[in-house]
């Protein structure tokens, strides 16, 4: 792919999806067609990272049209689980969830095992988020199966995380606990901070839903000093706002 300057286009038609697209054709129309769809998906994934999903969605379609046309199904795949994210983020539903489940339906065909628990983690959040965590955690089921199956340990530990994250919402609170603790020592074993982070959120949450008020400020605290190590304004407020929630309880 030819170097491209994203920021420079950003600041000239940032605001104007149809244009930023336009100037992208004009500057890769000397381009094999090949080559020019990979740089469409490189450059959507870059716009999906800055959560500029409108982009995302522009640049993305464009993309699909031309792998569309060369029969790249892989990449197919991926331009449709790009505009899934973008259109979740931006609320529009409906089309998320086609766009996630023409994912899945292409990577099963494919048999990419990767492809495919990517997929099925994707619905899994699509549900999760629409309240439906039956649906979630069966797919979150599945791709945990998959990840076992390839042995993808981070995968693993998100996917436990994940699950027990559904059994909180199902009031299945002991079975939450048990899928938490068991991601947990995947997260510190491969010294992921952010996942360490949120498994202790969510495991402190799941403690003050059942009312264990000073075992949910322990994990409140505990992942309060990850978010400072992380330097992270997001997992620390959360961590606040949890505290104040439970000591609020407490007097």
Known sequence: MSRI??????????????????????LLESQPLADKAESFLIIGNDLLKREKFLLTLAVNKRGLTYFKELRKNTKIAECYNAIGIAHRHLGNMN??????????????????????????????????????????????????????????????????MNIGMCYDMLGQFDLSINYHERALPIFKKLDRLKSITRCLISLGTTYYRMGAFEKS?????????????LESVV?????????????????
């Open 5 to 26: 300057n994203i920021h420079s286009l950003l600041e000239k038609f940032g605001d104007h999806p149809s244009k930023f697209v336009a100037s992208l054709e004009q």
């Open 95 to 160: 089309e998320a969830l086609v766009a996630y489940e023409n994912t899945l339906i292409i990577q099963l065909k494919s048999s990419d095992k990767e492809g495919i628990s990517q997929a099925r983690n994707n619905l899994g959040v699509f549900y999760y988020h629409q309240g439906n965590y039956q649906k979630a955690l069966s797919n979150y089921e599945l791709a945990l199966q998959i990840d076992k199956s390839i042995n993808d340990e981070v995968s693993i530990g998100i996917g436990l």
């Open 217 to 229: 400020i322990g994990y409140q605290e505990q992942a309060l000093q990850f978010s400072l190590q």
């Open 235 to 251: 997992l620390e407020a959360k961590c606040y706002t949890n505290l104040s929630i439970v000591y609020t309880e407490l007097t």
